[in-house]
């Protein structure tokens, strides 16, 4: 706006200049003649005067040279930057069409990943300890997705309840699990198992929904020691498994067929498509029952394979438990 005005102010500025250049150079001319003046001073001041226009003129023309190179350059750098912030919106609008084909395409839930990503957006930066733990959960999600895409190995540091919990809520044919017992210096069985916990209680729970559902849900219960069978403790973690119906065998360790090697931790098959195993630790001292050191979610074909098979194979030695 401000150098619209100049521009109007500018217009007038140059036509009172001419003007009173004009009035000067007449009023010289006639006092020249007025004078007498010798024709040849006249055309002398004639040529200056034509020469001193001549010299206004270029210096013109050189001013406006030098005003429209500037406003070039000053055009070429706006339009290629209009041109570059196009360029980056029709990117950003191709990325986001293209991440949309991918979610319309995707086997998954369109509504479960259109929310996860409305949810993120809503983090804000401050304070900055949830923000970073919001960037932390999303990365690991992202990281997990791609691993699961990929059919590879997820491990968890320590005893995981999530997965375990999900996918025995999520089964749909069978759910084949080893669960070994270990001797931890005299320690009552049932306080100190995995079934007196709440993860326990609510993993059983999680069963009996599955079996009715119409899962057929199987466990092996690999004995450290063949009194163990007797024991009266751990006749009640049996009963808690017969009451909602889940077919329960135990293995004697004198039973081992030869050919069979025991497995040293527990481990579960979900539709014989994924299999969530654990690694116990040793524990700190003879009191302290073995904790778990870190879980896997195994969803390589060949590997879960191999222990549907182990599982087949000691399904038919075990003994079972009434």
Do not use: C
């Not at 001292?285 to 194979?313: C, G």
């Amino acid at each position: 706006m401000a150098n619209q005005n100049d521009r109007a102010n500018r217009t007038p500025m140059k036509v009172l200049v001419s003007l009173v250049a004009f009035g000067i150079t007449f009023l010289a001319t006639y006092v020249f003649e007025a004078l007498g003046t010798h024709p040849d001073v006249l055309v002398g001041f004639g040529a200056s005067l034509f020469v001193a226009g001549v010299t206004f003129v270029v210096q013109f023309l050189y001013d406006v040279e030098r005003r429209l190179d500037k406003m070039e350059e000053q055009l070429s750098r706006h339009s290629a930057e209009n041109e570059a912030r196009i360029n980056e919106g029709f990117q950003r609008i191709s990325e986001a069409t293209h991440l949309f084909s991918l979610v319309e395409a995707s086997a998954m839930q369109t509504d479960a990943i259109t929310q996860l990503v409305g949810n993120s957006v809503r983090i804000k930066p401050s304070p900055q300890l949830v923000f970073d733990l919001a960037q932390t959960e999303i990365q690991r999600l992202s990281e997990m997705l791609k691993t699961l895409g990929d059919s590879g190995d997820l491990t968890y540091d320590g005893e995981d309840r999530d997965w375990l919990l999900g996918l025995t809520k999520h089964v749909n044919h069978s759910l084949d699990a080893i669960s070994t017992t270990l001797d931890v210096g005299g320690q009552d069985y049932f306080d100190g198992s995995l079934w007196q916990s709440d993860l326990g209680q609510r993993y059983l729970e999680a069963q009996r929904d599955a079996i009715r559902r119409n899962v057929r849900v199987r466990r092996i219960f690999i004995l450290d020691r063949a009194e163990l069978v007797e024991d009266e403790n751990f006749r009640r973690v049996i009963g808690m498994h017969h009451d909602i119906e889940i077919e329960v065998r135990a293995l004697d360790p004198t039973r081992f067929p030869r050919q069979f090697i025991p497995p040293f931790g527990d481990f579960i098959v979900f539709d014989g498509v994924v299999s969530y195993q654990t690694s116990p630790s040793a524990p700190v001292t003879d009191l302290n029952r073995a904790t778990i050191a870190s879980t896997q979610l195994i969803t390589n074909p060949v590997k879960v394979q191999r222990n549907v098979d182990r599982f087949n194979d000691l399904w038919k030695v075990a003994a079972p438990l009434t």
